[in-house]
């Protein structure tokens, strides 16, 4: 395969704009339009990159108490969140469709099914006609993420068929769960998208297993992240007082079906990552190794997975009286 051939992707290690939603989608359009005119036919952003991934902020908390500022930050933070679909994902759309890629980007979003109160980590799908595609939503924020943000539910496990190929995936330490990827593997996943807030150099141990277990190129996504990227007014500013300068190293990257790395890792800066993929690779890959079928063992193992969503609250049958 020459540098010409071969299906062209793009990983966006930028900075992002928290507590500004416009401005973030201001950034997706124009770090998009930066990776199309490269070749790129996918285009993955970091995770919470629209809405923010607030590194060092506590909002407030403590084991058995929040305090009023936290409160009113966290109100300030889900106001910045997205609906999906909603009028936010509508204009992120138009960045793929301004340049026919598809596009995946890692928001904050915001419930609209039921209370509108609790906020998630999720991955956007669109295609190159700026559609929304389909959403995955963090299965278990991990650690005081769980402070912010509510668990998806199995319902979004989201796979999304392109003409060069499946694209899933699953978000940050998502990624140390065995069985949430052996249920990627069994979608068909041959483009894993890993977005991310580990900037730690560790993590490309696990970008490279997960190339080598699921024999599918891994693009692994994470932002370039400084204190000076928070407002001026921010109200719990104080909470970041011991934290470095640099939130966050970056650590960008993209691996092969064999644990090659063909890009990155990018590391302390600001950049986009490009790659062409062989999708021959995928299936020489599977001629050893299978996860989920040759060197699968159905007779030992086996796995269930509920996609069936969980509502808080089910109706059923009758209907209210309003006299």
Known sequence: MNDNE?????????????????AAIGKVHALTAEAAAQGAQLVLFPEAYVGGYPWGLAFGTSVGGRSPAGRR??????????????????????AAAAHGVYLAVGVVERDTDYS???????????????????KHRKLKPT?????????GDGSTLTVVDTPFGRVGGLI??????????????????????APTADGRERWQATLRHIALEGRCFVLGCNQYATRAQYPADLEIAGELEGWPERLCAGGSAIYSPSGACLAGPLWDQEGIL??????????RGKFDFDVVGHYARPDVFQLSVNENPFPPVTFR????STS
């Open 274 to 283: 490009f790659a062409r993929l062989d999708p021959d690779a995928v299936t």
């Open 317 to 320: 049958g009758g209907s209210a």
């Open 143 to 151: 650690a005081a993420e769980r402070f912010i943000w509510g668990e």
């Open 116 to 134: 509108g109160g609790t906020l998630f980590c999720t991955l956007l799908y669109f295609g190159p006609d700026g559609a929304l595609l389909g």
């Open 6 to 22: 071969g299906i062209g992707v793009a990983v966006v290690q930028g900075a992002g704009v928290p507590f500004d939603l416009e």
């Open 172 to 193: 940050c330490w998502e990624n140390y769960m065995p069985l949430a990827r052996t249920a990627m593997y069994a979608k068909g996943v041959e483009i894993y998208l």
């Open 73 to 94: 930050t966290w109100d300030r933070y889900l106001k910045g969140a997205v609906e999906a679909p909603g009028p936010a994902t509508g204009r992120i759309g138009e």
